[in-house]
Each structure stands twice: as structure tokens, then as C-alpha cells.
């Protein structure tokens, strides 16, 4: 739920340095509440008021459509979001901007950029033990592929390394017979974002150059006109955030790790959008019954 919760926009995920011992640590922060328009009917709300207090009046929650952590509230005819959101102290922010995409690219001009800064980064001295993710396991297991790196292993891999404080740090690491020879931190090309977002779109381009895509299954549903989207592996905030958008995130499901439910008439541009993203492949589930 923390995951959700960072990936739509409620909670943001920051380092702080520490300048009297030289590190950085990340944290937690209550996002800004927020709106975002989706279209002129409708409006995505985002982040957390203090000590959980409501967005605005009664007439607004009443209003509020939720989808899980997904909150969207319906415009009526002619009405303005700015005048209908902007008066309850919240802010708009710009799809743009809520989104964060990083530009289209290839899965080799995404792997070229991070052999470069591994190349670069010279020796990493010793890190302890580390998981790594391995690439031959099976792209619909993502858990299963997690491990911690063995005498036989010898190549380039995600990891997650321990640190004195929080959780494991984000990496892409040179390991040679099971010892981390060189590393780059991960987030490596943005500060400010997660490291898992960088990690996950990384393994992507490294498993469709492999190939062996990541994908996702669709099941359509024409008595709803709509279609269950089932996910194997996870994907970036800004792939969440567009289907939190535009569809009902539905949690973990049986099968996946989690899935959507997204209206016909808007799954060919969605499907489009994960490709162009994660180069993620889709099979189809046949009709649901």
C-alpha cells in the first residue's frame, strides 16, 4: 500500500543530506494536496492533508469517486475546476508534472546509459552481502527472481544493498564469481526519483534485450466493455499514475502481482503506452465469463 501510495502521488519520496557525516538518507513526506485535470469532466485528487483531514466541504466528498487509493472527482457540466477545487486550498499540478515520464527510448539506448556510468564508476570496494535480480528466472515470477548472489554468478545485475539506515539501497552492480566489483546508485539519471522506478524500467530493457519481455495479460469483458489488464512484474510510478488516471486499480490478484480494469474504448492507447514505456509484450486472456 506504501508502494501505491508513493507511486500515485500521496506520499513523496526525498533524500535529506546529512552534511556533518557526509550521507543522505530518504523520507517520507505528505504530499501538497492537489488536483490534476484529467479531462473537463474530471479531475484526479492527490495527496494528504495534515492529521488526515478531509479535502474540502461535504459537497465535494460527496463527490469523491475511490478506486482504492485512486481518488477522482466528476465536474459538472461548465464548471470550472479552478473554481470548483482551486477554492478548497488545493493546488493544481499539471498532468506533466504528475506524471514524470522520462523520454521514449530503445531498450539498448536505456542499458548503454547505465553501462556507461558503471564504467565509470570505477572500483566500489566492499559491500557486504547482495541480492541481486536474476535474469535467467522467469519474468513471471518477480519475487522468485530476487536472491542473494552466489559464487557462480559473474556479470551485471540489479541489486539491493544494505545500508546503515532504511531499507536496502537501489543498484546496478558488476559482480564477478559473487563479489560486487563496481555499482552506480540507483537513482542514478534523477535525484529525486525512486530508485525502484529507475531499477524496474532498467530490468525491462535488459530482459527485452534478452529475449525475454516482461508482459502483461488481457481478459476482455463486452457485457462491461471493459478489460481486466494483469501485470507479472512491476512497473514505474509514471505507468501507474496513467492507469490510475484512466482506469481502476484493482490490488493484487490472483496469478499477478496486481491489475487494472480500463474502459475498451481507451485500452488500445493504454496498451500503446506500456509498450512504448517498458516494451512490455501482451497475451490475451481470451473473454471473461
Given at each position: 500500500?506504501?508502494?501505491?501510495?508513493?507511486?500515485?502521488?500521496?506520499?513523496?519520496?526525498?533524500?535529506?543530506?546529512?552534511?556533518?557525516?557526509?550521507?543522505?538518507?530518504?523520507?517520507?513526506?505528505?504530499?501538497?494536496?492537489?488536483?490534476?485535470?484529467?479531462?473537463?469532466?474530471?479531475?484526479?485528487?492527490?495527496?494528504?492533508?495534515?492529521?488526515?483531514?478531509?479535502?474540502?466541504?461535504?459537497?465535494?466528498?460527496?463527490?469523491?469517486?475511490?478506486?482504492?487509493?485512486?481518488?477522482?472527482?466528476?465536474?459538472?457540466?461548465?464548471?470550472?475546476?479552478?473554481?470548483?477545487?482551486?477554492?478548497?486550498?488545493?493546488?493544481?499540478?499539471?498532468?506533466?508534472?504528475?506524471?514524470?515520464?522520462?523520454?521514449?527510448?530503445?531498450?539498448?539506448?536505456?542499458?548503454?546509459?547505465?553501462?556507461?556510468?558503471?564504467?565509470?564508476?570505477?572500483?566500489?570496494?566492499?559491500?557486504?552481502?547482495?541480492?541481486?535480480?536474476?535474469?535467467?528466472?522467469?519474468?513471471?515470477?518477480?519475487?522468485?527472481?530476487?536472491?542473494?548472489?552466489a559464487a557462480r554468478d559473474t556479470g551485471r545485475f540489479i541489486g539491493r544493498r544494505p545500508v546503515e539506515f532504511g531499507a536496502d539501497q537501489w543498484c546496478y552492480c558488476d559482480v564477478v564469481d559473487g563479489e560486487v566489483t563496481g555499482l552506480v546508485d540507483l537513482p542514478a539519471t534523477d535525484r529525486l526519483a525512486r530508485g525502484c522506478d529507475e531499477a524496474w524500467r532498467l530490468q525491462a530493457a535488459l530482459?527485452?534485450?534478452?529475449?525475454?519481455?516482461?508482459?502483461?495479460?488481457?481478459?476482455?469483458?463486452?457485457?462491461?466493455?471493459?478489460?481486466?489488464?494483469?501485470?507479472?512484474?512491476?512497473?514505474?510510478?509514471?505507468?501507474?499514475?496513467?492507469?490510475?488516471?484512466?482506469?481502476?486499480?484493482?490490488?493484487?490478484?490472483?496469478?499477478?502481482?496486481?491489475?487494472?480494469?480500463?474502459?475498451?474504448?481507451?485500452?488500445?492507447?493504454?496498451?500503446?503506452?506500456?509498450?512504448?514505456?517498458?516494451?512490455?509484450?501482451?497475451?490475451?486472456?481470451?473473454?471473461?465469463?
Amino acid at each position: 500500500m506504501i508502494e501505491s501510495l508513493i507511486g500515485y502521488g500521496d506520499l513523496v519520496e526525498a533524500p535529506i543530506d546529512d552534511e556533518q557525516k557526509g550521507t543522505s538518507r530518504r523520507f517520507l513526506f505528505l504530499a501538497q494536496p492537489s488536483y490534476v485535470v484529467l479531462s473537463v469532466e474530471m479531475c484526479a485528487l492527490v495527496g494528504i492533508r495534515a492529521k488526515g483531514l478531509p479535502f474540502g466541504d461535504g459537497s465535494v466528498g460527496e463527490r469523491v469517486i475511490h478506486h482504492n487509493y485512486a481518488r477522482h472527482v466528476r465536474l459538472q457540466p461548465g464548471e470550472a475546476p479552478d473554481g470548483a477545487l482551486g477554492g478548497l486550498g488545493l493546488r493544481e499540478l499539471s498532468s506533466e508534472h504528475w506524471l514524470n515520464c522520462p523520454p521514449t527510448a530503445t531498450p539498448e539506448s536505456v542499458v548503454k546509459e547505465y553501462a556507461t556510468r558503471l564504467d565509470a564508476a570505477g572500483p566500489s570496494g566492499s559491500v557486504g552481502p547482495i541480492r541481486i535480480l536474476d535474469p535467467t528466472r522467469s519474468v513471471t515470477f518477480y519475487s522468485g527472481r530476487w536472491r542473494v548472489a552466489a559464487a557462480r554468478d559473474t556479470g551485471r545485475f540489479i541489486g539491493r544493498r544494505p545500508v546503515e539506515f532504511g531499507a536496502d539501497q537501489w543498484c546496478y552492480c558488476d559482480v564477478v564469481d559473487g563479489e560486487v566489483t563496481g555499482l552506480v546508485d540507483l537513482p542514478a539519471t534523477d535525484r529525486l526519483a525512486r530508485g525502484c522506478d529507475e531499477a524496474w524500467r532498467l530490468q525491462a530493457a535488459l530482459d527485452a534485450l534478452a529475449g525475454t519481455p516482461q508482459f502483461l495479460t488481457v481478459q476482455h469483458d463486452s457485457r462491461r466493455q471493459d478489460a481486466l489488464l494483469r501485470f507479472k512484474s512491476p512497473i514505474p510510478s509514471w505507468d501507474q499514475r496513467r492507469l490510475d488516471a484512466v482506469g481502476e486499480p484493482l490490488g493484487r490478484q490472483a496469478g499477478c502481482l496486481f491489475a487494472y480494469r480500463v474502459s475498451e474504448d481507451l485500452l488500445e492507447a493504454e496498451l500503446a503506452s506500456l509498450q512504448r514505456s517498458m516494451w512490455l509484450e501482451v497475451e490475451s486472456e481470451g473473454e471473461a465469463m
